[in-house]
């Protein structure tokens, strides 16, 4: 096994993150649109965090079994995420207090930055450094 997975890196790298982010769009929101606002881009920020450590901790744990599994995982997730994104905005919509519209304009930079974050941890590594997987050297 790699002496340091990626994703977990990844995690590490942007947890210390997720409470400044919860701040800002509370603040953000706050001023931009009142409470309504603040809470609903306060939970574009929890989901798009929680999003991120259920997929990192998916794909850790298939990294360890094979790279068809990781695959699967992977693009699986990715699938799962947005369905997550849209199951919740359409749910949270039914809420009165709700701002669709803080909730995206909060969600879309928050995973576009939490990407950059990924991307940064992930380059510079070879891919045959990045994973190992028992039994591929006894093949």
Do not use: C, H, K
């Amino acid at each position: 096994m790699a002496s340091v997975e990626p994703e977990r890196a990844a995690l590490r790298r942007v947890l210390p993150l997720a409470p400044i982010a919860l701040v800002v769009a509370l603040v953000l929101g706050g001023l931009l649109g009142g409470s309504d606002a603040a809470w609903s881009a306060a939970i574009a920020v929890v989901i798009v965090f929680l999003n991120f450590v259920a997929a990192a901790l998916s794909v850790a744990w298939a990294a360890r079994i094979s790279p068809p599994i990781l695959f699967a995982v992977a693009m699986g997730g990715f699938v799962v995420r947005l369905l997550v994104y849209t199951i919740a905005l359409v749910l949270l919509n039914t809420l009165s207090w709700f701002s669709p519209l803080a909730f995206a304009l909060t969600l879309v930079p928050t995973v576009i930055a939490l990407l950059v974050v990924e991307a940064r941890t992930l380059s510079g590594r070879l891919q045959a450094d990045m994973w190992s997987f028992e039994g591929a050297a006894a093949r």
